[in-house]
């Protein structure tokens, strides 16, 4: 059971392009999040799902778009990328019911802007 | 709107001996969550505390939570170099099953 999975792993860009993160979960949950992770900031939400064909905003929306358009699949889209978006971006997943579930978490993906 | 905060930041332990941290949160909040986290790595779900007064023991982790003093601890027993790692807490905001991360608590154990 592969859990959450993040493509790519690793990423260079030049500041003014764009690129999609893809986050898959094989374990049917509703809810889906980004964060992002930077040096003593802990985790920040960028956008979550409450479902497919669902986004929300969170803490830190600016900058970057989400899509859910298969219940599986959870898409952070940078449209223009800006050296402050250099951090690691963690996905994570979560079933509906269950009061003791918690989030689970893909293995990053770590973006540089240059 | 919810604030989580983590204290100490970093925490050097010696191996063998008995250490506390702490996470403090600023509104209220029912469900708090312990992570853990090795360099480089994803994070790993270590305990999820439900209400007032619950306890739950991991080897030698054992986390508690307070609601009413808006507090958990996370008690390391005989600490061990395996442990060293960074230790998020993170509070439950009630909507949409959205968390609310601490800065993360890095503990390094020496010999």
């Known amino acids: 059971n592969a859990g959450v999975t993040q493509t790519p792993k690793f990423r260079v860009l030049k500041t003014g392009q764009s690129m999609t993160l893809l986050c898959a979960q094989d374990m049917n949950h509703e809810y889906m999040y980004w964060y992002r992770q930077d040096p003593g900031m802990g985790l920040r939400l960028i956008h979550y799902s409450v479902g497919e064909g669902t986004t929300a905003k969170g803490e830190v929306p600016d900058g970057y778009n989400v899509s859910r358009l298969k219940k599986q699949n959870f898409l952070l889209g940078l449209e223009s990328a800006a050296p402050s978006q250099t951090s690691v971006y963690f996905c994570?997943?979560?079933?509906?019911?269950?009061?003791?579930?918690?989030?689970?978490f893909g293995d990053g993906t770590r973006l540089s802007i240059l | 709107e919810l604030k989580v905060e983590q204290n100490p930041l970093f925490l050097s332990m010696q191996e063998g001996k008995n250490y506390t941290i702490y996470c403090n949160y600023s509104?209220?909040?029912?469900?708090l969550y312990w992570y853990r986290q090795d360099p480089g790595k994803s994070l790993e779900s270590l305990f999820v505390?439900?209400?007032?007064?619950a306890v739950k023991q991991e080897g030698r982790l054992m986390a508690s939570l307070d609601t009413k003093a808006r507090l958990s601890t996370l008690h390391i027993t005989a600490a061990v170099h395996d442990l060293s790692a960074t230790y998020f807490c993170?509070?439950?905001?009630?909507?949409?099953?959205?968390?609310?991360f601490g800065k993360g608590i890095t503990l390094s154990v020496r010999p």
């Open positions: 505390l439900l209400s007032n007064g």
């Open positions: 509104t209220t909040s029912d469900r």
């Open positions: 994570a997943s979560r079933q509906l019911q269950g009061l003791n579930q918690p989030q689970h």
């Open positions: 993170a509070a439950f905001t009630g909507a949409n099953s959205k968390l609310t």
